[in-house]
């Protein structure tokens, strides 16, 4: 595992293992055992997209591993000013030990992995958010025991964060449905993977824009924002076509009755879900944030160790 771009690209096992190394990590955490396993090593992460959770989990991760973490953003590289990625890459590949990404264009990653002789992992694209999936399915794992048998439902834009949930859940076995509205749909060759990932676990993946039909007998309920960073202008277009899938409280009821309720967070309350599911004692919002932190640090011990 050089890199850690999307989900699709790894096994069941592979995707078992970094989970079970993230709960490790986590344990020794909570019981004061230091892991050093990047004791001083340099992770370089370029932010074109501002974050909270991706840049302090990072960040602490990189420091509880025994690493440094150095924030670029790209007011401080000249990547923002117009320097090739090719260039950008080599440099930076001879002065760090990796290089975690959140950025717009998918493509970029690809580049940047394709010319960096050292570990890329992708902290967010357009297209893609195989990190939070990481630390949803551990959160999932934690509260249910299991993944394999399970059903998640995502209702919502078909944006970066259904595409890897549709990745995660396949490749473990889960079963996923995810409602859209019509003309925000997943993407055609995400779906074509997923499915085909599927079909090796023996989960079941649906597609739809009936939100009643997805959330039915889901184990897992999971939205995200319906205006992402760099949607602003289509938000009064959106929130009227988004309406009839927010999350209430009678919603939320169509799925099963010990259901947890996800979120990717930031939320915006009373939008994509309503103040008595994301507040409600089926919520583990906050234990899937924590997560992030534990999910990664195994992501950066294993592809930078």
């Known amino acids: 595992m050089k890199d850690f771009i999307s989900l699709h690209d790894y096994s069941k096992e592979q995707i078992e293992g970094l ?12 019981n004061g055992i230091p892991h050093p396993l990047l004791k001083g090593k340099t992770l370089g992460m370029i932010f074109t997209k501002s974050s909270t959770r991706t840049r302090v989990s990072f960040e602490v991760g990189m420091t509880q591993l025994g690493g440094y973490p150095l924030f670029l953003s790209s007011a401080d590289i000249q ?45 967010l694209t357009d297209l893609l958010h195989p990190c939070q999936v990481l630390a949803d399915l551990l959160t999932v794992y934690e509260h249910k025991g299991k993944l394999e048998g399970l059903k998640l439902a995502y209702l919502g834009d078909g944006n970066n964060m259904a595409h890897s949930l549709l990745y995660g859940c396949a490749k473990v076995g889960m079963d996923i449905a995810v409602a859209t509205p019509a003309g925000y749909a997943c993407d055609a060759e ?37 205006v992402s960073m760099g949607q602003e202008a289509e938000k009064a277009e959106r929130l009227k076509i988004f309406t009839p899938y927010q999350i ?9 009755s010990d259901a947890i309720f996800l979120h990717c967070l930031p939320a915006y309350r009373g939008y994509e879900v309503t103040e008595d599911v994301i507040d409600g004692p089926q919520s583990v919002i906050f234990d899937e944030a924590e997560n992030r932190l534990h999910a990664q640090k195994a992501v950066m011990a294993t592809v930078m160790a």
């Open 190 to 226: 995400v779906v074509a993977q997923a499915k085909e990932d599927a079909k090796q676990s023996g989960s079941n993946v649906l597609l739809t824009t009936d939100p009643e039909a997805a959330i039915a007998g889901a184990d897992v309920v999971y939205t995200d924002t319906w």
């Open 79 to 123: 990547l923002g000013r117009g320097e090739s990625i090719y260039d950008t890459a080599n440099v930076l590949s001879r002065y760090l030990d990796g290089i975690m990404i959140r950025t717009y264009a998918h493509s970029d990653v690809l580049d940047l992995a394709k010319y960096a002789s050292i570990p890329i992992i992708n902290g």
């Open 248 to 256: 209430d409280a009678a919603r939320f009821a169509q799925a099963k």
């Open 19 to 30: 989970l079970k190394l993230a709960i490790q990590l986590k344990t020794e955490l909570k």
